[in-house]
């Protein structure tokens, strides 16, 4: 599953993905893969760790499936 909500974020507050790829240290290229999970590419604990600290957003919220799965185990 794609990060669509982290991906919208971004965007909706005109944060350029140049400047995140910047700041976790990795190419641009790369956080496209992660965010669009291509072919299973995801980003790593101190990547969400990073990015949460440095937008102030909560892991639970972006990045966690929990709230998906518990949803669709009912």
């Keep these: 599953m794609r990060y ?5 974020y971004f965007i909706a507050n005109d944060i350029k993905f140049d400047v995140i790829a910047k700041e976790l240290g990795i190419s641009r290229t790369t956080l496209s893969k992660k965010i669009n999970r291509f072919k299973g590419t995801d980003f790593k604990l101190d990547e969400v760790r990073k990015i949460c600290k440095l937008y102030k ?6 990045f966690l499936l929990w709230k ?5 185990s009912m």
Excluded: V
């Design 4 to 8: 669509l909500k982290l991906k919208s």
């Design 57 to 62: 957003i909560d892991a639970n919220e972006f």
């Design 68 to 72: 998906f799965l518990k949803r669709n």
